[in-house]
Structures are given as C-alpha cells and as structure tokens.
C-alpha cells in the first residue's frame, strides 16, 4: 500500500514510521507534494521520526521540519549527518538550546560558528561546545574563563592551557 501511487497522502503519513523507504519511494509522492505543499504537515510526529532514522532523508523533508517542525523534531535533525551548511547554520540559531547545543557538538563546523557558539547566552551549548576534542584556541581559552564552573571544568579537562 506504501508504494501504491494511488494511496492517500494522509495515509502515506500513517505508514511513513514503519515503512520510511517505501514512502519515500511512491511513484506518486512528488505529484501529491506539487499538489498540496503542506502535505506534510497532517503527518504524525513518528513518519519525521522514521525518516530521520534514513541516512538519505531527502532535503525537502529537512527543509519542512526546519520551518515548521517542533522542537522535539528538530534535535534530532540537528543530528543528521545529512544537514547541509546552510541548514546547519539556520538550526543553530534556533530559539531551543538543546537544538543549539546538538548543533555545536555536530563535527567539522566552521570556526566563525564554534565562536559563536561559545557565546551563547545558554550554559549547554557552551559546554557541548567545550566537550569537543579540538578547538581553536581561542575559544579553548574563552571556554576556560567561561561564567559557568562546569564549562570552565570540562573545556580544562578538555583543552588545558598550554603555558
């Protein structure tokens, strides 16, 4: 029924959490997108999950939960390995810091963004920051002087200073 082409879109959102790849596959799925933009939005939090499960969730997918997606969508999209710069960037100046903090533990991000990340105004996000296993040194130091005792605890064990 999945990969049926005349199944309802509403329906492909109810099979979506046990049967992901087979959704994504519908031959039918780009016309219902055409059809109705918002045609994700009727899906149940558990389709977003199974597809984010996908090492490939397709970027439209992405695009949807980062405009419209609740909070508990988000973190672990934050996560995937998948997310392009751009939409890392936009996730990291979500208004939820534990998506700020999945993004700032996420590998290979641009100096610029680990700075800012440092700076942000939740102590979670500057210790995952800290809890990183290289960092400029710049913000190694500005993570050791941190106002929080734990940030300033993990970024030593983790970046001493160097005299």
Same mark, same amino acid.
């Given at each position: 029924m999945a990969r049926h082409p005349n199944t309802p879109a509403?329906?492909?959102?109810?099979?979506?959490?046990?049967?992901?790849q087979v959704v994504l596959a519908n031959p039918a799925l780009p016309l219902l997108r055409l059809a109705d933009p918002h045609l994700l939005r009727a899906w149940p =939090?558990?389709?977003f999950h199974a597809l984010l499960r996908l090492p490939d969730v397709p970027a439209w997918v992405r695009a949807h939960l980062i405009r419209h997606g609740?909070?508990?969508l988000l973190i672990p999209l934050a996560q995937h390995p998948a997310?392009?710069?751009?939409?890392?960037?936009?996730?990291a100046r979500h208004a939820a810091w534990l998506v700020r903090a999945r993004i700032a533990a996420?590998?290979?991000?641009?100096? =610029?963004l680990l700075a800012a990340l440092a700076? =942000?105004?939740?102590?979670?996000v500057r210790l995952a920051v800290a809890s990183r296993p290289s960092l400029p040194?710049?913000?190694?130091?500005?993570?050791?002087? =941190?106002?929080?005792?734990?940030?300033?605890?993990?970024?030593?064990?983790?970046?001493?200073a160097r005299y």
């Amino acid at each position: 029924m999945a990969r049926h082409p005349n199944t309802p879109a509403a329906v492909l959102g109810i099979l979506a959490p046990e049967f992901p790849q087979v959704v994504l596959a519908n031959p039918a799925l780009p016309l219902l997108r055409l059809a109705d933009p918002h045609l994700l939005r009727a899906w149940p =939090d558990g389709a977003f999950h199974a597809l984010l499960r996908l090492p490939d969730v397709p970027a439209w997918v992405r695009a949807h939960l980062i405009r419209h997606g609740r909070t508990e969508l988000l973190i672990p999209l934050a996560q995937h390995p998948a997310l392009q710069e751009p939409e890392v960037l936009s996730l990291a100046r979500h208004a939820a810091w534990l998506v700020r903090a999945r993004i700032a533990a996420r590998p290979h991000l641009p100096p =610029d963004l680990l700075a800012a990340l440092a700076a =942000d105004p939740d102590y979670g996000v500057r210790l995952a920051v800290a809890s990183r296993p290289s960092l400029p040194a710049g913000v190694a130091a500005l993570l050791r002087e =941190d106002t929080s005792r734990f940030v300033r605890q993990v970024a030593e064990q983790t970046h001493p200073a160097r005299y």
